[in-house]
C-alpha cells in the first residue's frame, strides 16, 4: 500500500488551463503539505493543513488553492497556468508535530505547462 | 534567501569508503536537522534526523554530526554501498509562527555516487 499517493503523476497542459492534483494519505497522519520543487531542485514549501484547516500559507500566487475535504486528503488546484508554473510537485504527511521526525512524501507529480 | 545550504551539489565515493555530506543553515530557531534521500521519480525519504540541542546522532551506518556555533552539520555513511547512489537533502525545522505547526525547510540536495 503506497503511503501518500499523488495523481496524476504526469501532467501537461497549455497556458490558460486549470488543473488539479490529487493527493491522499493512510499513515493517519492529521497534517499534510504540498511542496514545489522548482527548476534548481529546490524544495519549497506551499502550504500546510491540519485537522482540515489551513495552518501554512507561504508566498503563493493566488491562482493556487488547495483544499482538503479531510485530514486523509489534499488537493491543489492550480487557476491559470503559466509557464513558470512547469515544476515537480510533492504532497507530504505527517504528525502534527512532524519536525524531528519528518515528514512522509508522495512520488510527486511532474507538471508540464506548454 | 536560502537558509539551508548544500554547497556541494555532486560527491563522488569509492564503494567501502566514508561519504561525507555537509550543509549550512543561517537561522539559529531551527529546532530539528534532518536528511532526506531522493531517487529519481521518488519522493524524498526520511533518513535520519538531530535535535538542535543534541551534537550527534548515529542510526546504524548513518551518523549526524552537528556544530551549532558554526551552523554546520553534515552527515556520515560508512561504509558506503552502491544502493546509497541518491540524491541527499538536508533540511532543517521551524515552528510557522502563527500556529504551532512546524515547516521543513530544504537544502537544493547533493548527488552522491557511490563507484565500484
Known amino acids: 500500500d503506497t503511503a501518500v499517493s499523488q495523481t496524476p503523476k504526469y501532467l501537461v497542459t497549455q497556458m490558460g488551463n486549470d488543473k488539479s492534483i490529487k493527493c491522499e494519505q493512510n499513515?493517519?497522519?492529521?497534517?499534510m503539505y504540498w511542496y514545489k520543487q522548482d527548476s534548481k531542485k529546490f524544495l519549497k514549501i506551499m502550504f500546510s493543513y491540519n485537522n482540515k484547516e489551513l495552518i501554512i500559507n507561504e508566498t503563493v500566487p493566488n491562482r493556487f488553492s488547495p483544499k482538503s475535504p479531510d485530514k486523509a486528503h489534499l488537493n491543489l488546484h492550480i487557476n491559470s497556468l503559466e509557464l513558470g508554473d512547469s515544476a515537480v510537485y510533492f504532497c507530504?504527511?505527517?504528525?502534527?508535530?512532524?519536525?524531528?521526525?519528518?515528514?512522509?512524501f508522495g512520488s510527486g507529480t511532474r507538471l508540464t505547462v506548454v | 534567501d536560502q537558509q539551508v545550504k548544500q554547497n556541494s551539489p555532486s560527491l563522488s565515493v569509492q564503494e567501502g569508503r566514508i561519504s561525507i555530506l555537509n550543509c549550512d543553515y543561517t537561522?539559529?530557531?531551527?529546532?530539528?536537522f534532518l536528511w532526506y534521500k531522493k531517487y529519481p521519480a521518488e519522493g524524498p525519504t526520511f533518513l535520519i534526523s538531530i535535535s538542535s540541542i543534541k551534537d550527534k546522532n548515529e542510526d546504524g551506518r548513518f551518523t549526524v554530526f552537528l556544530n551549532k556555533s558554526a551552523k554546520h552539520l553534515s552527515l556520515h555513511i560508512v561504509p558506503s554501498q552502491p544502493g546509497d547512489s541518491a540524491v541527499y537533502f538536508c533540511?532543517?525545522?521551524?515552528?510557522?509562527?502563527?500556529?504551532?505547526?512546524?515547516?521543513?525547510?530544504f537544502g537544493s540536495g547533493t548527488r552522491l555516487s557511490i563507484r565500484p
Open positions: 499513515l493517519g497522519h492529521d497534517t
Open positions: 507530504a504527511s505527517s504528525q502534527f508535530r512532524g519536525g524531528n521526525y519528518g515528514y512522509t
Open positions: 537561522n539559529s530557531m531551527f529546532d530539528y
Open positions: 533540511a532543517a525545522s521551524i515552528r510557522a509562527g502563527y500556529s504551532s505547526a512546524s515547516k521543513i525547510i
